[in-house]
């Protein structure tokens, strides 16, 4: 069974940046579009980025454009999320799947932005 693993995510102010990463203990990263999803307290989880296998197309959310870049790395079935000028309003647990959702959600890694 396909596990994913999500890391990178803190507590930083508003205004900083955080990396996050999301790891598969199997290659689907190349093969797969992938996106990066989080989900608030209260809220329902939504895709906030994606990239597709090909790398050709790229989607942020509207309050993300801008701010987060996506990326993955085949050779080491590990996609990124780059996260600059984070907000309040960012904190959140963040999850990678693909897309559509083919695998059980990790953990997730909790990004907590302080005004």
């Known amino acids: 069974q396909v596990q994913l693993r999500e890391s990178g995510g803190g507590l930083v102010q508003a205004g900083g940046s955080l990396r996050l990463s999301c790891a598969a203990s199997?290659?689907?990263?190349?093969?797969?579009?992938m996106g990066w999803y989080r989900q608030a307290p209260g809220k329902q989880r939504e895709l906030v980025a994606y990239?597709?296998?090909?790398?050709?197309?790229?989607y942020y959310i509207d309050s993300g454009r801008g701010r987060f870049t996506i990326s993955r790395d085949n050779t080491k079935n590990t996609v990124y999320l780059q996260m600059n000028s984070l907000k309040p309003e960012d904190s959140a647990v963040y999850y990678c799947?693909?897309?559509?959702?083919?695998?059980?959600w990790g953990q997730g890694t909790q990004v907590t932005v302080s005004a």
């Open positions: 199997e290659n689907i990263i190349s093969t797969n579009n």
């Open positions: 799947n693909t897309i559509p959702v083919n695998y059980t």
């Open positions: 990239i597709s296998s090909s790398d050709w197309t790229h």
